[in-house]
């Protein structure tokens, strides 16, 4: 089942099952630990603030906190077929995330647009440090890296907005053929955990030569 159609998302987003934020509902994950922490949970599975800490290197306060806070906004629940009195695991019950401004009763309205750039920028951070993890691991086998399927590329488009949004939709589905289920609970032979990012963004508008005609 899909969203409605001027949600923007497409059929294979189900809202029963992924998390649809809205400029409202980012405020409790404006701070990047916390997005990171909700990833996990989404990506991994149940996890205790031990686990995760060690994962991030944080101390398990830092981690505990930031764990409490999602809680409270609803983002994670306390998994409570696992753990024991010392050990509280957590787990994400949406299986992933997508953001949106066109929720008819929360747009990206003045009143909310501080939260919405704090959180995009948030995420464009954690894109970044994914892009270096990757380049990392694929510089740390220079044997395998010929080889190798891992590719970044970016391409300066003109288009419509339907068309980008088509574009969006065609890439979105196609990857979406391919993904892990959360936990990845038992990974088909001879496949590789990957991470595919997707921007499509407004470009800067060019120089003007001086002396030009506006």
């Not at 923007?8 to 922490?37: E, N």
């Not at 996990?40 to 060690?54: I, R, V």
């Not at 505990?64 to 994400?92: K, M």
Request: glycine content about 8%; charged content about 30%.
């Amino acid at each position: 089942m899909g969203t409605a159609p001027d949600t923007g998302f497409p059929a294979w987003i189900d809202p029963s099952r992924d998390l649809i934020l809205t400029p409202k509902r980012v405020k409790g994950l404006t701070h990047p630990i916390r997005l990171r922490l909700l990833e996990l949970l989404q990506q991994e599975g149940p996890a205790t603030a031990t686990s995760l800490a060690a994962r991030i290197g944080r101390s398990s306060g830092v981690t505990s906190y930031h764990l409490r806070v999602l809680a409270d906004s609803g983002f994670i629940v306390e998994d409570t077929e696992r753990g024991n009195a010392r050990d509280r695991f957590w787990r994400a019950p949406h299986r992933s995330m997508g953001f949106t401004l066109r929720m008819p009763d929360d747009p990206g309205t003045a009143d909310n647009v501080e939260a919405t750039d704090r959180y995009l920028r948030i995420v464009a951070e954690e894109v970044y440090r994914r892009i270096q993890v990757g380049i990392d691991l694929l510089t740390a086998s220079p044997d395998d890296m010929a080889a190798a399927p891992w590719r970044m590329d970016d391409w300066p488009l003109r288009l419509t907005a339907d068309e980008a949004r088509e574009l969006g939709r065609q890439i979105s589905e196609l990857a979406s053929r391919h993904r892990r289920p959360p936990g990845d609970p038992d990974p088909a032979p001879g496949t590789i955990r990957a991470y595919f990012q997707l921007q499509l963004l407004p470009d800067e508008p060019p120089l003007e030569e001086p002396g030009a005609s506006p």
